[in-house]
C-alpha cells in the first residue's frame, strides 16, 4: 500500500527497508526449519522414495477401527439372527423358509440369554379394514411367537402386540411397500444397546 | 354445550299444524326418488321482537347466524335447494314471521320459506321460534319453539332444520347431531391420533385426548354421553370408556380384573347396559359381550379365524359381524346369544365393517375387492347390495341417525391423507366435511334429545 509520501521518499532509505524485510524473512525461515522434525527413519523394507515428477507418493488409509457387537445387545441379535423382522403374503399369516430360518436363528441367541424377554409386534399393511387387521396383525405376532416356542424359547419370555396397519415401516403405497409393512418385529426387553 | 334442550311446543297449533293441511296440497320432498330437483327453500334471517344483548351476541345477530345454520343444514342434505339471502326482495320484520308476503317469496321460485323470531327470556336464556310455509298455497306446515342458553343457539338452529326436514320429508331429522371420530396429524409411520368430538356440521369441534396414546375406532353410547373406544395407553390395546361431562377416561375391565389380551372393536348395545366386542387370543378373535354393570363377560364366536366389528340391530335381538372362517372376510349374523350364525354375503370380494341400520332393515359395510374399497349397503339377510361409493379406500361407515345418510372416511392414494365424507342413502350427495387434521374412524351420535 504506498502513498504519496512513501513514493516521495529518498531511495537509500527504501532500500535499507527491503534489506530489513529479507533479514526478517531469513529468521522466520530459519526458525519454520528448526521447528520441522525430520520424521523418524522408515523401516529398512520401506525405502523413502523422493517424489518425482513419475513416483507419486503413496499414502495407506488410516489404521481401522470397526465397532463391533457386544454379545446380548440388539445389535449383536439382529446381527446373529440375521434380521428382528420377518415379513407375510397378501392377508396371510404363514411363515416362509426365510422367516423360519430367522427365527429359529432368533431362537438360538435367545437360549443364549435366557435373562432376556421379547415383545412380537404384529403389522400389516394398509389394504384393509382397521379391526380386521388388528387381529390379523395379532395372528402374525402369534405366529412368531409360536415358533419361537416350538423352537424351545419359554413361551413366557414373549408378548405380543399388534398394531394393525397403525405403524407401518415405509409411508406410501403399492405392492413394494405394502409388502415391508407386513410384518412381525421382535423386539428385546432387557437388553442393553 | 349445556345438553338436554328444552323444547316448549307454541300452543295447540303445532298439533293442528300437522293434521290441517289437505293431502293433494302437501308439499313433499320425495327422498326416495334421489336428488334430481331440491327444493328451493327461502330462509331468511330470523327476526326478533325487541333487540337485546345476549351471551352470545345480540338478537339480531343471532337471527342471521341461525338462518344460516339451518340453510347450510337444508342445503347439505342435498334435499333442498336454500336460496341466495343476497336475492331476497324483502325482509321478514318480526310482524311478518306470522304473516309472510308469500307473494314476493313466489316470485322468487321459492317453494317453502322458513321464517322464525329470536328472542330473550328473563332467565337469559333464548327462545327461538321457527314457522315452515308452504309458498304456493301459503299454508302453514310447522312451527314450534326451542329455549336454551344463548351459547346453544347452534343447537336451537339444528332443532329448526330437523323440524324443517321432518315435515317435508316424512323423515327424523339428523341435523341436532355430534360426530366423534379420530383426528390424525404426522407421518403416517409415526402417525398422532387424538379423539375428537364435533357438531355434525363441524361446529364447537373439540379435541378429547392429547395425542400420547394411540386411539382408534370411538363410538357413542346410546344416551350420547359416553363414548367406548380402543387406546394403546400403557402399551396395552384395551377398549376404554370416556365419560363426556366428566372428561374421565376408564379402561373397560371384566369382573375378573384385566382382559388377558387385546380387546378392541367395542359397540354399545341398545339401551347402553352392556357392549360387545373383539378379544384376541393367541392369534385368534371371537365376539364377546360384558355387562356393564356386573362387568361379567360372555363368549357370542367361537370358530377359529378372526370374527370381529360387530354391530347390534336397533332392537337388539341380532348381532352383524363380519369373519373369515369361510377363507375370506365375509359378514355373517347371529342372534344377541350367539346362536344361529349365519353368512349374509356373497357378492364377489371381501366384505367388512358392517353397521346395521337405524331403520333396522339395511347393513352398512366396506367392500375390499377390484382394487377398490368402497361404502354399501344389503339387506340384513344380505340381498340387493347396492355399492354407494367408488374410491380408492372408502372404509367405516357410520349412520345418521334417521338412516338416510352415512358418513365414512375417505383414504387418498399415495398421500394416504384421511378424510369424513358423507353420501346419501340413494349414493348421491357425496359430501366431505371440513376437520382441522386429517380425520378417520368416524361414529354418528344418536338425535339429541
Keep these: 500500500m504506498l502513498n504519496r509520501s512513501m513514493l516521495n521518499r529518498p531511495k537509500l532509505k527504501t532500500t535499507v527497508q527491503l534489506t530489513l524485510v529479507a533479514a526478517l524473512i531469513g529468521v522466520g525461515a530459519c526458525s519454520t526449519k528448526k521447528k520441522d522434525l525430520p520424521p523418524p527413519p522408515p523401516p529398512a523394507s520401506e525405502p523413502v522414495v523422493p517424489p518425482t515428477a513419475t513416483t507419486p507418493t503413496k499414502v495407506p488409509p488410516p ?61 400389516t399393511d394398509d389394504r384393509g379394514t382397521r379391526e380386521y387387521n388388528l387381529a390379523l396383525g395379532d395372528r402374525r405376532a402369534n405366529a412368531a411367537k409360536n415358533f419361537l416356542a416350538a423352537q424351545g424359547v419359554d413361551a413366557s419370555r414373549i408378548t405380543t402386540i399388534s398394531y394393525g396397519k397403525e405403524r407401518p415401516a415405509v409411508d406410501g403405497s403399492g405392492e413394494d411397500v405394502w409388502a415391508k409393512n407386513r410384518r412381525a418385529v421382535t423386539i428385546l426387553v432387557g437388553a442393553k444397546g | 354445550m349445556k345438553l338436554g334442550i328444552q323444547m316448549r311446543k307454541f300452543v295447540a297449533a303445532a298439533l293442528l299444524a300437522f293434521i290441517a293441511v289437505p293431502a293433494a296440497a302437501v308439499l313433499r ?7 334430481a330437483a331440491p327444493m328451493p327453500i327461502a330462509v331468511p334471517a330470523f327476526a326478533t321482537p325487541a333487540p337485546a ?45 306470522t304473516k ?18 329470536v328472542s330473550v327470556n328473563p332467565d337469559g336464556n333464548i327462545t327461538v321460534a321457527c314457522y315452515a310455509y308452504d309458498v304456493f298455497t301459503s ?13 346453544g343457539w347452534r343447537r336451537a338452529a339444528h332443532k329448526c332444520a330437523d323440524l324443517v326436514y321432518s315435515r317435508l320429508t316424512g323423515e327424523t331429522g339428523y341435523f341436532d347431531t355430534r360426530i366423534v371420530y379420530v383426528s390424525e396429524t404426522g407421518p403416517r409411520t409415526k402417525r398422532i391420533k387424538l379423539l375428537a368430538l364435533m357438531d355434525q356440521d363441524g361446529a364447537n369441534h373439540r379435541f378429547l385426548t392429547n ?14 354421553q359416553t363414548i367406548t373406544y380402543m387406546s394403546y395407553a400403557d402399551n396395552r390395546p384395551r377398549i376404554w370408556l370416556y365419560t ?10 371384566p369382573a375378573s380384573g384385566d382382559f388377558p389380551s387385546m380387546t378392541f372393536a367395542p359397540r354399545f348395545m341398545p339401551g347402553g347396559g352392556s357392549m360387545v366386542f ?18 361379567k363377560v360372555t363368549r357370542l364366536t367361537s370358530a377359529p379365524g378372526i370374527d370381529t366389528a360387530p354391530s347390534p340391530s336397533p332392537d337388539g335381538s341380532r348381532i352383524v359381524f363380519e369373519s373369515d372362517r369361510g377363507g375370506t372376510q365375509q359378514l355373517y349374523v347371529m342372534n344377541a346369544d350367539g346362536s344361529g350364525q349365519q353368512r349374509i354375503s356373497f357378492g364377489e370380494g371381501r366384505y367388512g365393517t358392517p353397521v346395521w341400520s337405524p331403520r333396522g332393515d339395511t347393513i352398512a359395510f366396506t367392500k375390499i375387492g377390484g382394487g377398490q374399497f368402497r361404502i354399501g349397503i344389503m339387506k340384513t339377510d344380505g340381498s340387493g347390495e347396492r355399492l354407494l361409493t367408488s374410491s380408492w379406500q372408502d372404509e367405516g361407515p357410520t349412520w345418521a341417525p334417521n338412516g338416510r345418510v352415512i358418513m365414512f372416511f375417505r383414504t387418498a392414494q399415495g398421500s394416504g391423507a384421511t378424510a369424513l365424507w358423507t353420501v346419501d342413502l340413494s349414493g348421491q350427495n357425496e359430501r366431505k366435511l371440513k376437520t382441522p387434521l386429517d380425520a378417520s374412524d368416524p361414529a354418528w351420535s344418536p338425535l339429541l334429545p
Aim: charged share 15%; glycine share 12%; no cysteine.
Design chain 1, 63 to 123: 489404521a481401522g477401527v470397526q465397532s463391533t457387537n457386544i454379545p446380548g445387545s440388539t445389535a449383536d441379535f439382529v446381527a446373529q439372527a440375521g434380521s428382528d423382522t420377518v415379513y407375510f403374503g397378501y392377508d396371510s399369516y404363514e411363515l416362509d423358509d426365510p422367516s423360519r430360518t430367522i427365527l429359529g436363528k432368533q431362537a438360538e441367541w435367545l437360549a443364549r440369554y435366557p435373562n432376556i424377554t421379547v415383545t412380537i409386534e404384529g403389522h
Design chain 2, 29 to 35: 320432498v320425495d327422498i326416495n326418488s334421489g336428488i
Design chain 2, 53 to 97: 344483548p345476549t351471551a352470545a351476541g345480540s338478537t339480531g345477530d343471532l337471527g342471521r347466524q341461525v338462518a344460516a345454520v339451518i340453510a347450510a343444514d337444508l342445503g347439505s342434505s342435498g334435499l333442498f335447494k336454500p336460496l341466495d339471502p343476497a336475492a331476497f326482495t324483502t325482509t321478514v320484520g318480526y310482524g311478518d314471521v
Design chain 2, 100 to 117: 309472510p308476503n308469500f307473494g314476493a317469496w313466489r316470485t322468487l321460485a321459492a317453494q317453502a320459506l322458513l321464517t322464525g323470531a
Design chain 2, 139 to 151: 299454508e302453514e306446515l310447522a312451527r314450534q319453539g326451542f329455549v336454551t342458553t344463548a351459547a
Design chain 2, 211 to 224: 395425542g400420547q396414546n394411540l386411539v382408534l375406532t370411538p363410538r357413542f353410547a346410546p344416551d350420547d
Design chain 2, 244 to 253: 363426556l361431562g366428566s372428561g374421565v377416561q376408564t379402561a373397560l375391565r
Design chain 2, 278 to 295: 373383539s378379544m384376541s387370543v393367541g392369534g385368534n378373535t371371537d365376539v364377546y359381550r360384558i355387562d356393564l354393570a356386573s362387568r
